[in-house]
């Protein structure tokens, strides 16, 4: 069974442009969660949908936004980009909405603004 | 979802045993203790829960207090490839997904 796959995994943009990311979970799992990883807050929560609906959402700016399509794949959107949006962005994915599971991480999307 | 606290960093010899603690003394009844880990710049990979006993599996050992206060991962052998940070997790069965990291120990293991 092929893993949680993201794309792109490397990305540079200029501050102010916005940026799309992609996840595409494990075959049969509706549940995708994203992360930001920074050397300086470490991994925090960004928002997680179930069946095309968003369940949870972190601290983090309007800019952030997310959504999921029909087939479980999710795409993270970072609009008017800022210097300190430079991070590794990943997502995870499980088969339930919550409860006694695991989650699996995908590979990350490395995003650089410059 | 309860604070964890671990040390920051430790040290491990090749082929011994590594003991990675974890504080949750806030942690509540619904609460399982979860723990995942990440090698450099990779995703986090899942490594084991538990809720009240003690639970193995192929990769490792989770000792958790009878209080539940506390817990701590065992690897049973470690190897140079289990080098990596650890995270200790405490995470409600109905809140949804959503893991809440804290700094995680940094393992290292030498030869």
């Known amino acids: 069974k092929a893993g949680v796959t993201q794309t792109p995994r490397y990305l540079i943009k200029t501050r102010g442009q916005q940026v799309t990311l992609s996840c595409s979970p494990i075959?049969?799992?509706?549940?995708v969660s994203w992360y930001q990883q920074t050397p300086g807050q470490g991994l925090q929560f960004l928002f997680e949908y179930f069946s095309e609906t968003q369940r949870n959402k972190g601290n983090f700016p309007g800019r952030f936004s997310g959504r999921q399509f029909s087939n479980s794949r999710s795409e993270m959107n970072v609009s008017t980009l800022e210097l300190g949006d430079s991070a590794l962005y990943l997502c995870?994915?499980?088969?339930?909405?919550?409860?006694?599971?695991?989650?699996?991480f995908g590979p990350g999307t490395r995003l650089t603004v410059l | 979802d309860a604070k964890t606290t671990q040390p920051p960093s430790m040290d491990c010899a090749e082929g011994r045993a590594a003991n990675l603690p974890c504080n949750h003394s806030?942690?509540?009844?619904?609460?399982?203790v979860y723990w995942y880990r990440q090698i450099h710049s990779q995703g986090p990979q899942y490594i084991i829960h538990g809720l009240k006993n003690n639970e193995t599996n192929e990769m490792a050992s989770l000792i958790i207090t009878e209080d539940r206060k506390s817990s701590t991962l065992i690897l049973p052998h470690a190897t140079l490839r289990d080098t990596a940070v650890y995270y200790c997790i405490a995470r409600t069965s109905y809140a949804g997904n959503m893991l809440t990291f804290g700094g995680g120990t940094r393992l290292m293991v030498k030869p």
């Open positions: 075959s049969g799992h509706r549940s």
């Open positions: 806030t942690i509540s009844g619904n609460e399982y």
């Open positions: 995870a994915s499980s088969s339930l909405a919550g409860g006694d599971n695991e989650q699996f």
